[in-house]
C-alpha cells in the first residue's frame, strides 16, 4: 500500500511536468475554460429585446384598435413609432430599418370582435434577430389575452344584468416565471452549455496528452521518455486523476459560480452544493475522457473527436429536447455521457433552485458513472500493458 501511494505522487507530480511543457494542454485547461463560457454568454446578451420599434397600419380606424395600439405600445417590449397608412409604405419603414415590426389590424377587425367571432391581428416581423419576433409575439398575445378577459366581462354583464353582477373573471390568469425570471435565451440555455464546456475542455486536454504521449512511444522505439514506466497501473490511473481534478478545480468554479454572476444569469443553488455535485461530475468525464483517450491515435485526431461529440453531447443532454421525449436508445445513450446528469443537476439546482438532496438521482448517477469508468480504464490499461509485452518478448 505505502508502495502504491508512492507511485501515485510520482505519477501526480510527473503529469504536472508533462502539462506544463506542453503549450496544447494548458490552453484547454486554462485558456478555453476561461475565454469559452465568456464568449459564449456575450453572443446571447442581451437576452430580450425591448422597446422594439413598430409602426402600424390600422385598416379598422376604431376605439378598440386605438385601445389595442396603446397597451402594445404600453409594454416593456414594443414602442410603436407611428402609423402607416398602408402596408407598402410600412415594409418600406421596415427595409428602411426606421422599424423592425408591423401590426397590421384588418377592416373587419372589431366587427367580428363584437360579433362574437375570432378576429386576426396580423403581425410582421424583421427575422434578423428572432428576439425581437418574440418580444413582439410575447407582446401582441398578452395584450390580446387582456382585451378578450375585458370583452368578455362586458358581455357577461349583459347577460346577467338585473342578476348578479359579474365584477371579474372566474378563473384569473397570472404568468409567474419560475427560475427563468428573466425568460432570457440566455438564461435558458447558458446553464447547460457551460456544464457541456467544462467536460469537452477536460476531454481535450487528456485525449491530447494520450495521443501525445503515444506519438512520443513511436519515435522512442516504443517507450515514453517523459511517463513513469515503473508505476503500477492503478497507480498511473489516480496520479494522472488527481493532476486534472486539481488543474480544472479553479477553472471549474470560475464557470459554475463566476460567469452566472457576470452575465446574471440565475443562481439559486449555495456554492457548497454546487461544488459537491461538481465532484462526481469531474471524476466521471476525467475516466470518461482515460477511456476515450485510449482509442485517439494522434493529437490531430482528438480535434475531429471533439468536433464529431460536441453537438451529440448538446442533443443528448436535453437542452434543445427534454430526454423523456427521446426514444429510449436515445436515452440511454445520453444516460452514458456524464455532461447529461451534469446538465441536469446544474439546472435544476441553479436556475430551478432544488437543493442537493432534490438532485440526488444525477448526483448518484454520475458516482456510477465514476467508477465504472474508472473500472473500463483500468481494464483497457492492463490489456494495452499485456500487449506491450507481448510484442516486446516477441522482439
Same mark, same amino acid.
Given at each position: 500500500?505505502?508502495?502504491?501511494?508512492?507511485?501515485?505522487?510520482?505519477?501526480?507530480?510527473?503529469?504536472?511536468?508533462?502539462?506544463?511543457?506542453?503549450?496544447?494542454?494548458?490552453?484547454?485547461?486554462? /485558456?478555453?475554460?476561461?475565454?469559452?463560457?465568456?464568449?459564449?454568454?456575450?453572443?446571447? !446578451?442581451?437576452?430580450?429585446?425591448?422597446?422594439?420599434?413598430?409602426?402600424?397600419?390600422?385598416? !379598422?380606424?376604431?376605439?378598440?384598435?386605438?385601445?389595442?395600439?396603446?397597451?402594445?405600445?404600453?409594454?416593456?417590449?414594443?414602442?410603436?413609432?407611428?402609423? $402607416?397608412?398602408?402596408?407598402?409604405?410600412?415594409?418600406?419603414?421596415?427595409?428602411?430599418?426606421?422599424?423592425?415590426?408591423?401590426?397590421?389590424?384588418?377592416?373587419?377587425?372589431?366587427?367580428?370582435?363584437?360579433?362574437?367571432?375570432?378576429?386576426?391581428?396580423?403581425?410582421?416581423?424583421?427575422?434578423?434577430?428572432?428576439?425581437?419576433?418574440?418580444?413582439?409575439?410575447?407582446?401582441?398575445? $398578452?395584450?390580446?389575452?387582456?382585451?378578450? *378577459?375585458?370583452?368578455?366581462?362586458?358581455?357577461?354583464?349583459?347577460?346577467?344584468?338585473?342578476?348578479?353582477?359579474?365584477?371579474?373573471?372566474?378563473?384569473?390568469? *397570472?404568468?409567474?416565471?419560475?427560475?427563468?425570471?428573466?425568460? @432570457?435565451?440566455?438564461?435558458?440555455?447558458?446553464?447547460?452549455?457551460?456544464?457541456?464546456?467544462?467536460?469537452?475542455?477536460?476531454?481535450?486536454?487528456?485525449?491530447?496528452?494520450? $495521443?501525445?504521449?503515444?506519438?512520443?512511444?513511436?519515435? !522512442?522505439?516504443?517507450?515514453?521518455?517523459?511517463?513513469?514506466?515503473?508505476?503500477?497501473?492503478?497507480?498511473?490511473?489516480? @496520479?494522472?486523476?488527481?493532476?486534472?481534478?486539481?488543474?480544472?478545480?479553479?477553472?471549474?468554479?470560475?464557470?459554475?459560480?463566476?460567469?452566472?454572476?457576470?452575465?446574471?444569469?440565475?443562481?439559486?443553488?449555495?456554492?457548497?452544493?454546487?461544488?459537491?455535485?461538481?465532484?462526481?461530475?469531474?471524476?466521471?468525464?476525467?475516466?470518461?475522457?482515460?477511456?476515450?483517450?485510449?482509442?485517439?491515435?494522434?493529437?490531430?485526431?482528438?480535434?475531429?473527436?471533439?468536433?464529431?461529440?460536441?453537438?451529440?453531447?448538446?442533443?443528448?443532454? @436535453?437542452?434543445?429536447?427534454?430526454?423523456?421525449?427521446?426514444?429510449?436508445?436515445?436515452?440511454?445513450?445520453?444516460?452514458?455521457?456524464?455532461?447529461?446528469?451534469?446538465?441536469?443537476?446544474?439546472?435544476?439546482?441553479?436556475?430551478?433552485?432544488?437543493?442537493?438532496?432534490?438532485?440526488?438521482?444525477?448526483?448518484?448517477?454520475?458516482?456510477?458513472?465514476? $467508477?465504472?469508468?474508472?473500472?473500463?480504464? /483500468? /481494464?483497457?490499461?492492463?490489456?494495452?500493458?499485456?500487449?506491450? *509485452?507481448?510484442?516486446?518478448?516477441?522482439?
Amino acid at each position: 500500500m505505502r508502495r502504491m501511494l508512492i507511485d501515485t505522487y510520482r505519477v501526480w507530480r510527473n503529469e504536472f511536468k508533462v502539462i506544463r511543457a506542453d503549450l496544447g494542454v494548458m490552453i484547454f485547461l486554462f /485558456l478555453l475554460p476561461f475565454a469559452y463560457p465568456l464568449v459564449y454568454s456575450a453572443i446571447y !446578451n442581451p437576452e430580450t429585446a425591448r422597446n422594439v420599434r413598430v409602426v402600424v397600419v390600422d385598416d !379598422n380606424r376604431t376605439a378598440l384598435t386605438r385601445e389595442y395600439a396603446r397597451h402594445l405600445n404600453a409594454t416593456q417590449e414594443l414602442s410603436i413609432i407611428g402609423y $402607416a397608412s398602408n402596408m407598402q409604405e410600412a415594409r418600406r419603414a421596415m427595409a428602411e430599418k426606421e422599424c423592425y415590426g408591423i401590426i397590421h389590424f384588418p377592416a373587419d377587425f372589431s366587427g367580428k370582435v363584437y360579433r362574437g367571432e375570432q378576429s386576426v391581428v396580423e403581425v410582421f416581423c424583421d427575422m434578423s434577430l428572432l428576439l425581437r419576433y418574440r418580444s413582439m409575439l410575447v407582446a401582441v398575445t $398578452a395584450v390580446a389575452s387582456e382585451m378578450g *378577459k375585458k370583452i368578455q366581462v362586458e358581455r357577461m354583464e349583459g347577460l346577467t344584468r338585473g342578476m348578479a353582477t359579474v365584477a371579474e373573471m372566474p378563473i384569473p390568469f *397570472k404568468l409567474v416565471p419560475v427560475g427563468n425570471v428573466s425568460q @432570457g435565451l440566455a438564461s435558458a440555455l447558458m446553464p447547460g452549455v457551460l456544464v457541456l464546456i467544462l467536460q469537452q475542455c477536460l476531454i481535450l486536454a487528456i485525449c491530447f496528452l494520450g $495521443a501525445t504521449s503515444r506519438e512520443r512511444a513511436r519515435l !522512442n522505439g516504443g517507450r515514453d521518455p517523459m511517463a513513469v514506466t515503473d508505476a503500477g497501473v492503478m497507480s498511473l490511473l489516480i @496520479g494522472k486523476a488527481l493532476c486534472y481534478f486539481v488543474l480544472i478545480l479553479v477553472p471549474a468554479i470560475f464557470i459554475i459560480h463566476f460567469v452566472p454572476i457576470i452575465f446574471t444569469f440565475p443562481m439559486n443553488a449555495s456554492i457548497l452544493d454546487l461544488i459537491a455535485f461538481f465532484v462526481p461530475y469531474l471524476l466521471a468525464v476525467i475516466f470518461f475522457g482515460m477511456v476515450i483517450q485510449m482509442f485517439i491515435p494522434d493529437r490531430e485526431s482528438t480535434f475531429l473527436m471533439f468536433v464529431f461529440t460536441s453537438l451529440a453531447f448538446i442533443f443528448l443532454s @436535453g437542452i434543445s429536447w427534454p430526454r423523456y421525449a427521446m426514444s429510449g436508445f436515445w436515452q440511454l445513450a445520453g444516460g452514458i455521457i456524464p455532461s447529461t446528469w451534469g446538465v441536469t443537476g446544474f439546472v435544476g439546482m441553479n436556475t430551478a433552485g432544488a437543493s442537493l438532496s432534490q438532485q440526488s438521482m444525477p448526483y448518484i448517477m454520475m458516482w456510477i458513472l465514476a $467508477a465504472l469508468y474508472f473500472i473500463f480504464a /483500468l /481494464l483497457l490499461s492492463v490489456l494495452g500493458e499485456l500487449r506491450k *509485452k507481448r510484442v516486446n518478448g516477441k522482439m
